[in-house]
Each structure stands twice: as C-alpha cells, then as structure tokens.
C-alpha cells in the first residue's frame, strides 16, 4: 500500500478534542497517514496532541509522522518525521532516529528539490502547489506545470501540498505524484469522514 497516497496534516489551531475526532473520522473516511503539526513551541502541548494521534491511529496501519521536532518524535515513538528546510538537517535527522523510520522533507524550490538527490529521506512534500491561507510564507508557487517537472525529476515520492481541494485534484493526479496532503479541505469538513472518502474516491476515478 501506498502509505503517501491520502496524507492529513493536523491543524494546530484545533483544540485537542477537535483534532481527535478529525482524525478518527478521517482515519475512518481513509487517510493513509497523518502528521502532527504544532507550530507554538509548547513541547508538552505537542507530546500531549501526538499521543493523543497515536492512541487513535493504534492498530490502523497508519503511520503517526510529527512535524519538525526530533524530540518529539522520538519522545512519542512516532513512524516518521518531517522537516521543513529551516528544521534540523536531514542527514543528523536521520542518525537520531534511525534507519526504520520515515523521513520527509519540505521542498519550496527548484534548488532543493536537486539538493535533496543526495538526502537520507523517503519522500518529499512539495510546498505549496496553490496559494492558500494556512501558509503565509510561500516562497514559491509550483503549480501543476512545477508538479509534473518536479514529479519527473526527483527519484522520490512526491507528496503535494497547497490549496488542494475537490476542484483542483484531478489535474494534481494526473501528474503521476505519489500522493496528496490536505490540511484544509478535511480538518475544517462538516464531516472529515465524509471528506475523506470523496477525495479518496475522486483520486481512486483519475488514476
């Protein structure tokens, strides 16, 4: 299975009863990962909100990735980490939590898209594909044109990210990409699980 196909990023401005019936639901709706995102630097707040994940996700298959902080990771025994490209360095990453777990980097140009040939990672989010509110500081827009080059270029999965929704996925996917992350379009659903499952079934009709 695919683990990158259907890959929810956790909203940080959700309480932590919202975040866990969002992930319940989209879990149930089908999400095949989910990372943690706690942008306040209230580590025992992160540990706190990744527990709670990792409690929910027990027994699913899907893995727990935690966003930006090896320390948290560590400290949770997540599946993975990602990091952004002002985060620790891949390679140091990669010692501290070993060679069975995931590592995902961040990629906002075309310069870090070649530098991550060399990488110790196994996949990378390319950021952001459209504009969208929950990232002010995008560097660059990709694009479906800078998806397909960057999706051609790179010998790793592709997860793309960025103002993907309903209306834009089926030119997302026809770009062969390994898989989509959405914050938006299922953390603020009416019904996560209801989401999830048109997204999946949307992806499932264009491949």
């Not at 630097?41 to 706190?48: L, N, P, S, T, Y």
């Not at 990744?50 to 997540?78: F, M, Q, S």
């Not at 995931?102 to 594909?129: F, M, R």
């Not at 960057?150 to 898989?179: C, F, H």
């Amino acid at each position: 299975m695919n683990p990158y196909r259907l890959y929810l990023v956790t909203d940080d401005q959700q309480d932590l009863d919202t975040l866990k019936n969002v992930v319940s639901e989209a879990v149930a709706g089908g999400v095949t990962m989910v990372q943690v995102r706690e942008k306040h630097g209230d580590v025992r707040a992160f540990i706190e909100r990744a527990n709670a994940v990792k409690a929910i996700l027990a027994g699913t298959g899907v893995p727990l990735i935690i966003n930006d902080r090896v320390d948290v990771a560590l400290a949770v025994d997540a599946d993975g980490l990602h990091l952004g490209q002002s985060d620790m360095p891949a390679d140091i990453a990669r010692d501290l939590i070993g060679p069975d777990k995931l590592l995902g980097l961040s990629i906002e140009t075309e310069v870090q898209l070649k530098e991550a040939d060399n990488l110790p990672v196994d996949y990378l989010g390319l950021s952001a594909i459209f504009a969208t509110p929950t990232k002010t500081n995008i560097k660059k827009e990709w694009g479906i044109d800078g998806l397909r080059k960057a999706v051609e270029q790179s010998g790793y999965p592709i997860v793309a990210i960025g103002g993907i929704n309903t209306s834009n996925l089926d030119k997302v996917m026809a770009t062969r990409l390994s898989g989509v992350a959405l914050v938006s379009a299922i953390c603020h659903a009416e019904s996560p699980k209801r989401a999830a499952e048109e997204i999946l079934a949307q992806m499932n009709r264009t491949d």
